[in-house]
């Protein structure tokens, strides 16, 4: 199973941006797939997830209302709509898949792609 990230760029602040992540390959049934990010001197540290059984979503605190995360079944791709951008949610985003059926935490996901630049200028 191999991720593919997309989407990054610099944004202003209140402004928009969506992140694709293709997923190639069939990770084990009833996987999650998710987001975190990682800014400069931080953890990483969870976004947001989608379950492939039931398409029930989860976000952090700081990103809910703001933040939507969707998948395209068809297309093996998963996006995430990021709205109304801060300067804190600068930071690489990961495309992320749980095996484990673990949703929060971050260092259960064992199928991480790599990172795509969020940078949101105020």
Partial sequence: VQLQAS?????QAGGSLRLSCIVS???SSNYVMGWSRQAPGNEREFVAAI???DNSTFYRNSVKGRFTISRDR???TVYLQMDS?????TAVYY???STTGYVYLVNRYDIWGRGTQVTVSS
Avoid: H
Avoid at 7 to 11: A, D, E, H, S
Avoid at 85 to 89: Q, R, S, V
């Fill in 95 to 97: 495309c992320i898949v």
């Fill in 74 to 76: 068809a297309k093996n």
């Fill in 85 to 89: 951008l801060k300067p804190e949610d």
């Fill in 25 to 27: 390959g069939r990770p």
């Fill in 51 to 53: 379950k492939e059984s």
């Fill in 7 to 11: 989407g990054g760029g610099l944004v």
